[in-house]
């Protein structure tokens, strides 16, 4: 399990890192993909519970601001004064990552923030469009123009 965890933490510095180079480098769309990988890396962290947790603290001291206030921003309410003292430090700073530091803080006070809730709700359901079409669209399909002659 400690072998599990420490690849975890790994592939979340390396991902936070591959997003803020890419997404730097202009390459939204790569830069997301990591996004993904590291939020999936904290997911699988927290399926082994509090001790998971605790296990990507050790990121606080890591070389990387980005990857520490990332670390930060997912742990405040797991850590909560040490996150916050990761996220004041970087917020003294210029640039996004600074930037991105306080508006994490910005979210904790306002009591939006909610990366990682005490009491998850199940996720957000992602629903197809409807197939009924209303009574306006009906026997409009593809290439119907309203007002063509002949119709």
């Not at 730097?24 to 399926?47: E, P, R």
């Not at 909560?80 to 006070?109: H, M, N, Q, Y």
Request: glycine share 8%; proline share 4%.
């Amino acid at each position: 399990m400690v072998a599990e965890i420490d690849k975890l933490i790994e592939a979340f510095a390396y991902h936070v890192e591959a997003q803020t180079r890419e997404i730097f480098n202009g390459d939204a769309k790569t830069g997301n993909k990591h996004a993904k990988k590291a939020i999936a890396a904290f997911g699988k962290l927290c399926a082994h519970g509090d001790a998971g947790r605790d296990a990507l603290a050790v990121l606080f001291n890591h070389p990387s601001m980005d990857v520490r206030t990332s670390a930060a921003a997912f742990l405040l309410r797991h850590r909560t004064a040490e996150a916050k003292a990761v996220l004041e430090e970087a917020a003294k700073g210029d640039g996004f990552i600074p930037w991105s530091a306080s508006e994490c803080l910005k979210r904790w006070e306002e009591g939006t923030w909610a990366l990682d809730p005490a009491d998850p709700v199940d996720p957000p359901v992602k629903r197809a469009r409807s197939r009924t079409r209303s009574k306006s669209t009906q026997g409009r399909g593809r290439g119907h123009h309203r007002g063509k002659s002949g119709e």
